[in-house]
């Protein structure tokens, strides 16, 4: 079946080190996978996104990894800092005209000064 | 300022009354979204429009019901159906397809309590 999953419910880091947030999947026809970036009381803020041909792609102080032969997505946030305290959702679009995505369960990124 | 709103914040209702939410865009965005999010969960999608006039049940569109007539408005009936209403109510949009149509982009939430 379908399902975006993240490896923990909970990631503690200590302020300018760096964090690593994981995803697994299990849609092969997957098009794109999104990160997503939700403060608490707020709606998700879009992060960064990878086609399904890419297997890395950088962006400010972030940087996602997809490992298509596992099945597995990744977030790597630099030097954290605690205004990236937040849920971090990943999901996937599966590349229909629907626009659709289908959403992980969320890591809780806790950053301690 | 383009954006997504939804109105109000906080909404509460008695059980067994009908209650709209809100959801207007500034984006000129074809689609539009509607998903719940219950505590420490992801979002799951209830229903999903993709241009004017025309709307898709998503996974969990039981008790709910959407209209869209216009491309700015997509307002959530939540319906006396519905068995758990309560929870935090997200809209998002996407642009037309052939831009990034992965790229959703979500309004503040509602936050609704039935008692």
């Known amino acids: 079946g379908e399902s975006v999953g993240l490896h923990l419910p909970t990631l503690s880091v200590q302020e300018g080190d760096n964090s690593i947030i994981n995803c697994a999947y299990s849609?092969?026809?997957?098009?794109?996978f999104i990160w997503y970036k939700q403060e608490s009381g707020k709606g998700p803020q879009f992060i960064i996104d990878?086609?399904?041909?890419?297997d890395k792609r950088q962006g400010q102080r972030v940087t996602v990894l997809l490992n298509k032969t596992v099945k597995h997505l990744s977030l790597q946030i630099a030097a954290t800092q605690p205004g990236d305290s937040a849920v971090y959702f990943c999901?996937?679009?599966?590349?229909?005209?629907?626009?659709?995505?289908?959403f992980g369960q969320g890591t809780t990124l806790q950053v301690k000064p | 300022d383009g954006g997504i709103t939804q109105s109000p914040k906080y909404l509460f209702r008695k059980e067994g009354q009908n209650v709209t939410l809100s959801c207007e865009q500034n984006?000129?965005?074809?689609?539009m979204y509607w998903y719940r999010q219950d505590p420490g969960q992801g979002l799951r999608l209830i229903y999903y429009?993709?241009?004017?006039?025309?709307?898709q049940k998503g996974d969990i569109a039981e008790g709910y019901s959407v209209s869209r007539e216009k491309k700015e408005s997509f307002p959530l009936t939540v319906t006396s159906a519905q068995k758990n209403p309560t929870a935090f109510y997200l809209c998002?949009?996407?642009?037309?397809?052939?831009?990034?149509?992965?790229?959703?982009?979500f309004g503040p939430g509602t936050r609704l309590t039935v008692t």
């Open positions: 998002a949009s996407s642009p037309p397809r052939g831009g990034r149509a992965s790229e959703q982009y």
């Open positions: 849609n092969s026809a997957s098009d794109y």
């Open positions: 990878i086609r399904s041909n890419m």
């Open positions: 999901a996937e679009n599966k590349g229909s005209n629907t626009g659709k995505l289908i």
């Open positions: 984006l000129n965005h074809d689609a």
């Open positions: 429009s993709q241009i004017v006039n025309d709307f």
